[in-house]
């Protein structure tokens, strides 16, 4: 495949609440990203099981399935989605674990983003999203104990790898503004 038309594969990574999803729908509206979620395989089994979308739940379930059928197993399920995807530019708006990259990083076009928030922003912002079932209720002790989950510990590590970084601490306008010249950097390169 050409660069001109090869795949553009954003990996997003930040702590809980940090603006992944905002970039990823971003990308989506101004430059008709897909948007392909690695806790979308957990949300469908969830659903199955007429369990609720907590972060335990889904922390818990991706620690059994990837006990039983491997670490990347995740990762082998978004890289076949990625390629099967038909758009130009794919976002994957919740990298979370190392294991998460084992395929994604043989693809051609792939980068690793980081999405840094300051910790107090980030409890305000989960709190008003309620993205998940237990989001609005929590308590600053239990957003504190979120991140020392299984699948929070490794952020701050991947987030150092990653080739690009954005800063979610102020502004929508000034965040688009950012991915704006990060899509061109991609480009660029």
Known sequence: ????????IIGLVGEIASGKDTVAAYLEK?????????????????????LPYTRNNMA????SLRGAFGQDLLSRV???????????IIVLPNVRLESDLVYL???????????????KKRFERLKKRGQNADDRTKTWAEFLKDHRLSTE???KQLAAKARYQLDNNGS???????????IKQILES
């Open 105 to 119: 990083r043989r693809e051609p076009g792939f980068v690793l983003v980081s999405i840094e928030t300051d910790i």
């Open 30 to 50: 101004k430059y008709g990203a897909g948007i392909i979620s690695f806790s979308q395989p957990l949300r469908d089994i969830l659903d199955r099981l007429f």
């Open 78 to 88: 978004i890289a076949d989605e990625v390629k099967a995807g038909k758009k130009k």
């Open 172 to 182: 929508r306008p000034a965040l688009n503004k950012q991915i704006d010249v990060l």
């Open 1 to 8: 495949m050409s660069k001109k038309t090869q795949k553009i």
């Open 60 to 63: 818990n379930l991706g620690i």
């Open 153 to 155: 510990i490794q952020i």
